[in-house]
């Protein structure tokens, strides 16, 4: 096993999420099939992400707790399908996302499942059907409609995916492997603030990690509050998109002590 000593200047925290991806989609297009493929991929490659499980009973608003779980993700993946436009609950979803998105520099990646992009971009097919319904709905609240209008845009505008004739697992894929690939830069993007963060990271890429070393377990030693598990993420969010699986496991003696092992 390797060891190498942290640095008491890595002992800068870093800023965490609460999710890596929320993920938007209309229930009764999606919920049992591409979203529930596409949640359990990214869970499977540890991309920790919310998707919302309650059956939304119709004129029901939107929960406080889905707004702030959209305020806690770093990413979100909205899944535009036939139906989308119909429920005001995505509706309302994709305004909270585009706020975050303007805001909190969350990044939005569109999906469009089974739907022409420019339907989406023109709002002209279903999604023109659903906003006849909305405007006579909300006539006293022409505002709303305009907001939600304004986001369907705006996110239809950005780069994203077309699931068009493609093969889902194939598609879905390589949308986890996008995700993992934006997720490693953006933490990088952190990380390179953090004062002593770069000497002990390359010491361990470039003594340890080269792919011809063999080197199949690592300990990194040293007292409480120096930075082993700031050193530990880093080199984790580096290289886990190079694997098919991964998992990061950190606290692990505390919960071991207060909860038993499993």
């Not at 975050?100 to 097919?125: A, G, H, W």
């Not at 209008?149 to 994203?160: F, H, Q, S, T």
């Not at 990271?201 to 070393?213: C, F, H, S, V, W």
Request: net charge negative.
């Amino acid at each position: 096993m390797s060891t190498i000593r942290a640095s008491s200047s890595s002992s800068s925290s870093i800023p965490r999420w609460k999710y890596d991806v929320f993920l938007s989609f209309r229930g009764e297009d999606t919920r049992t099939s591409f979203t529930d493929h596409l949640y359990v991929a990214l869970q499977r490659n540890d991309i920790f992400t919310f998707r919302d499980e309650e059956k939304l009973e119709k004129g029901k608003p939107i929960s406080p707790e889905l707004l702030k779980a959209i305020e806690e993700s770093r990413f979100a993946i909205v899944i535009f399908s036939q139906n989308y436009a119909y429920s005001t609950w995505c509706l309302d979803e994709l305004a909270k996302i585009v706020e975050c998105m303007q805001q909190t520099e969350m990044i939005v990646l569109p999906v469009f499942y089974d739907i022409d992009p420019s339907n989406v971009r023109k709002q002209t097919r279903t999604f023109a059907q659903a906003f006849t319904e909305h405007e006579e709905r909300f006539k006293e609240n022409k505002e709303k409609v305009v907001t939600w209008k304004a986001a369907l845009k705006e996110v239809a505008n950005l780069a994203g995916w077309n699931l068009q004739d493609r093969h889902e697992s194939e598609f879905i894929q390589h949308i986890v492997k996008v995700i993992l690939q934006k997720i490693t830069s953006k933490f990088s993007s952190v990380t390179k603030n953090l004062v002593g963060i770069d000497s002990p990271l390359d010491e361990l890429i470039t003594a340890y990690l080269d792919l011809g070393n063999n080197v199949c377990m690592m300990g990194i030693c040293g007292m409480g509050g120096l930075g082993k598990t700031t050193l530990a993420r880093a080199v984790y969010d580096k290289f886990r998109s190079h694997f098919e699986g991964s998992c990061f496991i950190s606290n692990v003696r505390e919960d071991s002590e207060e909860h038993g092992l499993p």
